[in-house]
């Protein structure tokens, strides 16, 4: 077994050694969700808390909870939720919510070296390695990096820039659900041979690879997903 497999459950590498074996000609990608798959918790959702927090949102109400206001909209619809908190970024000058993603990302302490391992690894062997994530793109920009996954290759939420300015206008596909499917299809242009994992914002994803693989944390289940995964037969790894 390859050493940047070994922390990984027997399932789960069988897997990927597997798949690398029998997928030798032509172009072979990999695609990984960021949030609950790279890195433990959800660096968007962080750092839209920061930004709040800070007060650094401009056409905004700061007497309403918006946090809370994005958390009750996730719960009717993911997608329109994800989109919703890169919208509130609108009117803010592109070069800030770069730097703040940067200095973010730098700080952010919940990376995983098994899997950064693992995308160097795949790298290693000819695979090219995306995230498809429904963060925000500027933080996921400069988190992606440090993960292992290079930057041109780091795709996020993202509305159109104007001027400088962040809009409102949000970039389609939104990179949730069947959007990260379009997404892959529109800017990497070939089937993944595996795609990781952890929630059912990656369902698609994970079904339209070759092969799926699924990331938990422990004590943290998502029982659809697993349930998917049993019934697909895709191994799951916990952390």
């Known amino acids: 077994m390859k050493s940047w497999l070994e922390p990984f459950s027997e399932g789960f590498a069988a897997a990927i050694e597997r798949g690398l074996a029998q997928s030798r000609k032509g172009r072979r990608v990999a695609a990984f969700d960021a949030d609950g798959t790279l890195w433990d918790r959800d660096i968007g959702e962080a750092f839209l ?47 800030d919510v770069q730097e703040w993603s940067a200095q973010y990302a730098y700080s952010w302490p919940n990376y995983r070296p098994a899997m950064k391992e693992l995308a160097l690894g795949l790298r290693s062997e000819g695979v090219e390695t995306w995230i498809i994530s429904a963060s925000n793109h500027w933080t996921v920009n400069e988190a992606g990096p440090l993960a292992g996954i290079p930057r041109d290759c780091c795709v996020g939420i993202r509305t159109e820039v104007e001027g400088g300015l ?9 990179t949730c659900s069947q959007g990260k499917v379009d997404t892959i ?10 795609a990781f994992g952890d929630s ?20 943290h289940p998502r029982p659809e997903l697993l349930r998917h995964a049993a019934e697909r037969k895709w191994p799951v790894h916990v952390f």
């Open 185 to 194: 299809r529109k800017l990497v242009g070939v089937k993944p041979l595996f």
């Open 166 to 174: 962040v809009t409102a206008r949000l970039v389609h596909p939104v």
């Open 49 to 95: 808390r920061w930004m709040i927090a800070g007060r650094k949102l401009m056409n905004v109400d700061y007497y309403r909870d918006l946090y809370a206001e994005y958390e009750a909209m996730v719960e009717v619809d993911r997608v329109t939720a994800y989109g919703h908190a890169v919208q509130l970024m609108a009117g803010l000058p592109l070069a």
């Open 200 to 219: 059912m914002g990656d369902f698609e994803m994970l079904c339209f690879a070759r092969q799926g693989l699924v990331v938990q944390q422990h004590g």
